[in-house]
């Protein structure tokens, strides 16, 4: 008789991506926050607690990412094991402050990741150790995958001079990406995107794309495109590409699995901040696909 895969389920689409990359055919994935979905604001349905209600194993990114999870576990009757994703991460840190900052949106660090990789194979192996030899063959495979990428990127950000890794972006979810690969990422808004922007804020962010000669500004997938058009008019600046933060694409477009993701997210930062020739260049502003943030 053949084993029936196990049933897990994870809180938002890179975290299931993860997930299917060392399950395989073993495990069925159900993500909670799909494609292009906000894990920040999201309103878990009837349909998630009957997910939760059935599922093998469920899987949370952590670090305060979903503020709704324990709500829906509550609802859904699940006692089984929830695994923390981001358990053992590196975390972020301030120099001004001197300590970590809670930022859940460890995944853009490639090393961070490999930590999620460990973490999934080990829960995988633990309640399905008939397969663990299999899930431990392709965590090996997936790691030697995340190393490749890792090196890539490093030597691609080399050949950029320092004074041009400057981006401005709407939402602060690049932060780990900016300390791996000395980027500098700034934001008027905080870790998540439940809240607007101020009239300040905006202004605050068009003053250091000037201030500090930056020329591409990267804005989160915001509802309103005349926010976008007034940003972009003030800062005499065009709208380009689309980069991917809390979510991945539709399958079938550029970001649909973690490793494009990131190689998408990569390119466009490198054609931005190959395009800045100093203060007197135009400023472009690049939209923000990923989570369909609301604003």
């Known amino acids: 008789m053949e084993q ?21 055919e073993h495990v069925h994935v159900d993500s909670i926050v799909g494609p292009n979905g906000d894990a920040h604001v999201y309103e878990p349905s009837i349909r998630d607690a009957k997910a939760l209600a059935n599922a093998d194993l469920v899987f949370t990114n952590g670090l305060g990412f979903e503020g709704w999870m324990n709500r829906l576990i509550e609802a859904s009757g699940y006692k089984g094991t929830v695994i ?4 053992g991460v590196r975390r972020r840190y301030d120099p001004i402050q001197e300590k970590e900052i809670l930022d859940p949106h460890a995944w853009h660090s490639i090393s961070n990741v490999k930590q ?11 309640k399905d150790p008939i397969h663990a030899d299999y899930y431990e063959s392709r965590k090996k495979a997936y790691l030697n995958k995340l190393e490749d990428l890792d090196q890539w990127i490093r030597t691609a950000i080399s050949n950029i001079p320092t004074e041009k890794r400057k981006i401005v972006t709407l939402h602060d979810g690049f932060g780990y990406f900016g300390e791996d690969y000395d980027v500098e990422f700034l934001a008027p808004l905080g870790m998540s995107t439940e809240f607007e922007p101020s009239a300040q804020d905006l202004v605050n962010l068009i003053q250091k794309a000037r201030r500090y000669g930056i020329k591409v500004i990267f804005l989160e997938n915001i509802s309103s495109p005349k926010l976008m058009e007034q940003i972009a008019s003030e800062a005499d600046s065009t709208i380009g590409g689309i980069v991917y933060s809390d979510a991945l694409s539709e399958p079938t477009e550029a970001a649909g699995t973690y490793l494009k993701m ?5 390119n466009q930062f490198l054609q931005a ?3 800045s020739t100093g203060p007197s260049s135009k400023t ?5 696909s990923g989570p369909g943030h609301r604003h």
């Open 284 to 288: 472009t502003i690049l939209q923000t």
């Open 4 to 24: 029936v895969p196990l049933k897990a389920v994870a809180t938002f689409s890179v975290l299931g991506d993860l997930l299917k990359a060392v399950g395989g």
């Open 262 to 266: 990131m190689k998408h997210n990569v």
């Open 273 to 275: 901040m190959k395009a």
């Open 84 to 87: 923390v994703g981001a358990k």
């Open 116 to 126: 999620y990789i460990h973490n999934i194979a080990q829960a995988l192996a633990q």
